[in-house]
């Protein structure tokens, strides 16, 4: 295929696709439910992220979890595990989520009114930054083991992204990556993108994810008020 032919293919995929995400994003705001895209490169720990953090919202919102990997069930089965229910899409050959597994997936979850649904999509920071899924924002997982360049490296990735998670931050002493920097080339490529730094194993760190998680919440229900007047 010559470059143009290619561009017009890529361009009536992603149209499909946004118009799919847009009667997602329809459904969801029906059910007034707010919705996080997470992505980062595989092993950044966004699964063990949302285990510790599904099983402490789960007390205070309806939460549930669509998990993308391109084989096993072995996410879901973790979040399960927590009491949180969780619809694993397997992509096979893909290597994102696409509007339309989401919305298949959602119509197979329980009612989650009022809630947070999570999609974890899957461990890629290319394509995954290009494709609506009907979230209200898209949230990056990245690991201090990573090293500082990745927002350099994958720029439309982090440009995408309203929060940055900065993951394993108990494994900081041990290594060379440098936060600050890793935060400073982040908000080149996104100079409105938020910050915290966790660690899904120790639990360091969740009260400010926590925090503006809320935010968003009472942000979306304000936005739902103001357009019932
Ligand atoms: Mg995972
Ligand atoms: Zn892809």
């Known amino acids: 295929m010559d470059s143009e032919r290619i561009i017009r ?11 799919i995400a847009a009667d997602n994003r329809t459904l969801f705001a029906a059910d007034e439910l707010l919705v996080f895209n997470l992505m ?34 072995n996410d879901a089965e973790r979040i399960r595990a927590v009491g949180v229910p969780a619809i694993q899409v397997n992509t096979g050959k893909g290597c994102h989520l696409d509007a ?3 919305g298949e997936a959602y119509r ?15 461990g890629n920071l ?21 090293g500082e360049d990745k927002p350099l490296k994958y720029p439309d990735m982090f440009a995408a992204s309203s929060l940055m998670v900065i993951n394993k931050i108990d494994l900081a002493s041990l290594l060379e990556c440098d936060l600050d920097k890793t935060v400073g080339y982040a908000r080149r490529a996104n100079p409105k993108i938020e910050v915290v730094t966790v660690s899904a194993r120790t639990g360091e760190g969740f009260g400010a994810l926590y925090t ?3 935010r968003q919440v009472a942000h979306q229900r304000r936005a739902v ?5």
């Open 126 to 146: 290319v394509c995954p930054a290009a494709f609506d899924l009907g979230e209200a924002c898209k949230i990056v997982v990245l690991s201090m083991t990573e």
């Open 212 to 214: 503006w998680i809320d």
């Open 108 to 122: 197979r979850l329980p009612r989650l009114t009022h809630g947070i649904l999570f999609i974890e999509n899957v």
């Open 9 to 19: 293919v890529e361009r009536d995929i992603l149209g499909k696709n946004n118009a």
């Open 100 to 102: 339309a597994m989401i």
């Open 225 to 229: 008020e103001g357009a019932g007047q």
């Open 40 to 73: 980062s490169s595989p092993g950044a720990g966004k699964t063990s992220l949302l285990v510790r953090a599904v099983s402490e919202l789960k007390l205070s919102y309806p939460t549930g979890v669509i998990g993308g990997d391109q084989q096993t069930s």
